[in-house]
């Protein structure tokens, strides 16, 4: 079953614009895309382990800021050519809070 961690409340989640949190050893990049959903990821590039939540938001994808690898907010997928995944983690918003399900 899977832990339910609070990391942020939704008053400190701007559109477009990622926001690093740290659960355990984990760093974990919080996106809210411009059509209202918050997503959370690794937020650590796979390929030069670049900050995602420093990177640009377009649509469900997030850029790398270190070389503009493409990632998938939803499955965590390098776009091709680049390759490579990082981990998704499901979110809830329980009253304004956000909570990670780890």
Do not use: R, W
Not at 21 to 40: M, S, Y
Not at 56 to 61: A, E, Q
Not at 73 to 90: F, I, W
């Amino acid at each position: 079953m899977a832990e339910k961690v609070k990391v942020a409340h939704m008053s400190e989640i701007e559109p477009l614009i990622g926001k690093k949190v740290i659960v355990g050893d984990k760093q974990i990049g919080l996106f809210l895309t411009e059509d209202g959903e918050l997503k959370a990821i690794n937020n650590v590039c796979p390929h030069k382990q670049g900050p995602l939540s420093e990177g640009t938001v377009s649509g469900h994808y997030v850029f790398c800021p270190l070389h503009d690898q493409k990632i998938d907010l939803n499955t965590g997928e390098v776009q091709e050519p680049d390759e490579g995944c990082v981990e998704t983690y499901e979110v809830e918003i329980i009253d304004d809070e956000v909570y990670l399900c780890l």
